[in-house]
T-cell receptor, first 116, second 115 residues
């Protein structure tokens, strides 16, 4: 199983500030996904990045996949209280038993709190 | 409404009980998953089904028994659980298991407490 490390674990900021969270691994992934999870709910997919160096923007959120496809970052501009949640990255790697099917390996997440 | 529905939302059970968690998806997806989410730990993959066939079982104890009668329904049967099994159990589905580039759609989870 390949490991994904997310940093920071916890982040508390004021509304209007910018922030960046990181997802790092020593292994290469075929693709990487970012999810946001709110209390009492399941994770919700935000974006999938596939190509090394790829940058995707989703309103105030900017996602980048590292050139070597081992790491990723999520940058939020002008954070709002509605951005509060647990941000999870997940990398797709091959299931050992099948040899072709891919599973998602999740990081432990960054808990973001945006204060009004 | 996420398209993946899990019931019950909360479950308290004794260590000698038998219970089942249910997951249903109406997205036309071919793959379904069970994940365990414990405090301060990454989501742990438990089982993967593709077109009703089990693809992966990540060394999960036999007190957890999955069942996938068709591509829309997934069950997790529980018996003689331990207190350390208390966690949020999440069901997810995806288009297929072939590439991993498809997003997973998660249900809201079942919060399980073993007493």
């Amino acid at each position: 199983t390949q490991l994904l490390e997310q940093s920071p674990q916890f982040l508390s900021i004021q509304e209007g500030e910018n922030l960046t969270v990181y997802c790092n691994s020593s292994s290469v992934f075929s693709s990487l996904q970012w999810y946001r999870q709110e209390p009492g709910e399941g994770p919700v997919l935000l974006v999938t990045v596939v190509t090394g160096g790829e940058v995707k923007k989703l309103k105030r959120l900017t996602f980048q996949f590292g050139d070597a496809r081992k790491d990723s970052s999520l940058h939020i501009t002008a954070a709002q209280p509605g951005d509060t949640g647990l941000y999870l990255c997940a990398g797709a790697d091959v299931m050992i038993s099948s040899g072709s099917a891919r599973q998602l390996t999740f990081g432990s997440g960054t808990q973001l709190t945006v204060l009004p | 409404e996420t398209g993946v529905t899990q019931t019950p939302r909360h479950l308290v059970m004794g260590m000698t009980n038998k219970k089942s968690l249910k997951c249903e998806q109406h997205l036309g997806h071919n793959a379904m998953y069970w994940y365990k989410q414990s405090a301060k730990k990454p989501l742990e993959l438990m089982f993967v089904y593709s077109l009703e066939e089990r693809v992966e079982n990540n060394s999960v104890p036999s007190r957890f028994s999955p069942e996938c009668p068709n591509s829309s329904h997934l069950f997790l049967h529980l018996h003689t659980l331990q207190p350390e099994d208390s966690a949020l159990y999440l069901c997810a589905s995806s288009q297929d298991v072939g590439q991993g580039n498809y997003g997973y759609t998660f249900g809201s989870g079942t919060r399980l407490t073993v007493v």
